[in-house]
């Protein structure tokens, strides 16, 4: 059966090598549409190279187009951009509807932020007179572990450019560069602060607490629901810090175990919700924030937040957030990185091997790290 995003892709793409190659030109450019319709995290870590494109092209619109719900969130991160959340990405009459909005937009440049089919279908079908990016038909969920090079219809590049096996926080970068657009490389931007607007109590005031996010988007990404358990039962114990776990709505069946078990825990909370600004402000509230290689992670290192990260599947240097405040523990074994699909070895995962007073340990040294003299 032919699949009908690669059969899409495969069409406009034939169209676009007829177009015409120009040099490109800044002062050409009156309106710019960025494409990044997967995660959490892809969206986080494309912004800090979107804000290094904006400053070369400061007289021109921008739209980023995002999954709906994340566009609340990348607004209030990226308030200089439009940014347009897109239902029903990951169909096709979501991508039909979605292509129409684009092309209504007049753009001059598309860019396909990572090798997403989404994205490059959307870029191709623009209607803009330069496409570039990750452009080629793409059947992985681990973009990181390949080798994807920067394309370009409609425009000539400066230099020929690749992202392949290196931070995710490379990958637009690695497009801007090779429109000889001059790239930060000091990793993460200054933390940013979320609005009055995003507040959230999850503790009583004054009474400072760990934030602990226990899901990813992959059980082989996931350290074991029970030694999160063991660690909120720790932090209070031998940090004097309450806790509060949040999760996603749906994700509340798989948190019932820890709902049960802390039940009468006055220390020990939990906070749920759709609305990503107001999870975004109970993190941005915390002491520190302990989670898998997932996307709230991201959003509290971009918040200036000390995290903890958990890694194993993919090995922190692939995916963490550069220079983030705290520590990524990670206990490299013969099958990571992998494809994250299933797990070779659930009976030693590589989660798994990562200890609670490990990451006890860790949790000390960034909170004890960040204390002021008044805190004692």
């Given at each position: 059966?032919?699949?009908?995003?690669?059969?899409?892709?495969?069409?406009?793409?034939?169209?676009?090598r007829?177009?015409r190659?120009?040099e490109?030109?800044?002062?050409?450019?009156c309106?710019?549409?960025?494409f990044?319709?997967?995660?959490?995290?892809?969206v986080?870590?494309a912004?800090?190279a979107?804000?290094?494109?904006?400053r070369?092209?400061?007289?021109?619109?921008f739209h980023?187009?995002?999954?709906?719900?994340?566009a609340?969130l990348?607004a209030?991160?990226?308030?200089?951009?439009?940014?347009?959340g897109?239902?029903?990405?990951?169909?096709?009459?979501g991508?039909?509807?979605?292509?129409?909005?684009?092309?209504r937009?007049?753009?001059?440049?598309?860019?396909?932020l990572?090798p997403a089919?989404?994205?490059?279908?959307?870029?191709?079908?623009?209607?803009?007179?330069?496409?570039?990016?990750?452009l080629?038909?793409?059947?992985?969920l681990?973009?990181?572990?390949?080798?994807?090079?920067?394309?370009?219809?409609?425009?000539?590049?400066?230099?020929?450019a690749?992202?392949?096996q290196?931070?995710l926080?490379r990958?637009?970068a690695?497009?801007?560069?090779?429109?000889?657009?001059?790239?930060?490389?000091q990793g993460?931007?200054?933390?940013?602060?979320?609005?009055?607007?995003?507040?959230?109590?999850?503790?009583?005031p004054?009474?400072p607490?760990?934030?602990?996010?226990?899901?990813?988007?992959?059980?082989?990404?996931?350290?074991p629901?029970?030694?999160f358990?063991?660690?909120?039962?720790?932090?209070?114990?031998e940090?004097?810090?309450?806790?509060?776990?949040?999760?996603a709505?749906?994700?509340r069946?798989?948190?019932?175990?820890?709902?049960?078990?802390f039940d009468?825990?006055?220390?020990?909370?939990?906070f749920?919700?759709?609305?990503l600004?107001?999870?975004?402000g109970?993190i941005?509230?915390g002491?520190a924030?302990?989670g898998?290689d997932?996307?709230?992670?991201?959003?509290?290192?971009?918040?200036?937040?000390?995290?903890i990260?958990?890694?194993g599947?993919?090995?922190?240097e692939?995916?963490?957030?550069p220079?983030?405040r705290?520590?990524?523990?990670?206990?490299r074994?013969?099958?990571?990185?992998c494809?994250?699909?299933?797990?070779?070895?659930p009976?030693?995962s590589?989660?798994?091997?990562?200890?609670?007073?490990?990451?006890?340990?860790?949790?000390?040294?960034?909170?004890?790290?960040?204390?002021?003299?008044a805190?004692?």
């Amino acid at each position: 059966m032919i699949d009908p995003i690669a059969f899409s892709i495969g069409v406009l793409r034939s169209r676009a090598r007829m177009e015409r190659a120009r040099e490109f030109r800044p002062q050409d450019v009156c309106a710019v549409g960025l494409f990044e319709l997967t995660r959490m995290g892809d969206v986080l870590s494309a912004l800090p190279a979107i804000k290094d494109l904006r400053r070369s092209l400061p007289e021109a619109r921008f739209h980023l187009f995002v999954a709906a719900q994340w566009a609340a969130l990348t607004a209030e991160l990226m308030p200089e951009v439009e940014i347009h959340g897109l239902d029903a990405s990951d169909s096709v009459p979501g991508l039909v509807r979605a292509s129409a909005l684009v092309r209504r937009l007049g753009l001059d440049l598309s860019i396909s932020l990572s090798p997403a089919n989404r994205n490059a279908l959307l870029c191709l079908s623009s209607g803009s007179r330069m496409k570039v990016g990750y452009l080629r038909y793409a059947n992985t969920l681990t973009p990181f572990l390949g080798n994807y090079p920067v394309e370009a219809f409609g425009l000539k590049l400066a230099r020929q450019a690749s992202y392949s096996q290196e931070n995710l926080y490379r990958r637009a970068a690695r497009i801007f560069e090779a429109l000889d657009v001059e790239i930060d490389d000091q990793g993460l931007p200054p933390p940013v602060r979320l609005g009055d607007s995003s507040r959230s109590a999850p503790a009583p005031p004054g009474r400072p607490y760990v934030v602990l996010h226990p899901f990813s988007g992959w059980e082989p990404r996931s350290w074991p629901l029970q030694s999160f358990a063991e660690l909120a039962e720790a932090i209070p114990r031998e940090l004097d810090m309450d806790v509060t776990f949040v999760y996603a709505p749906g994700e509340r069946s798989a948190t019932g175990p820890l709902l049960e078990r802390f039940d009468s825990t006055e220390s020990v909370r939990f906070f749920s919700s759709a609305d990503l600004l107001r999870v975004g402000g109970v993190i941005q509230g915390g002491a520190a924030f302990v989670g898998n290689d997932s996307g709230p992670l991201h959003l509290a290192a971009a918040l200036g937040v000390p995290v903890i990260g958990l890694y194993g599947a993919a090995p922190p240097e692939l995916t963490a957030p550069p220079e983030a405040r705290g520590s990524m523990l990670y206990h490299r074994v013969e099958c990571s990185p992998c494809d994250q699909r299933f797990c070779r070895m659930p009976e030693r995962s590589c989660m798994s091997r990562i200890g609670v007073r490990e990451v006890l340990e860790a949790l000390e040294v960034v909170v004890n790290s960040c204390k002021t003299p008044a805190d004692g």
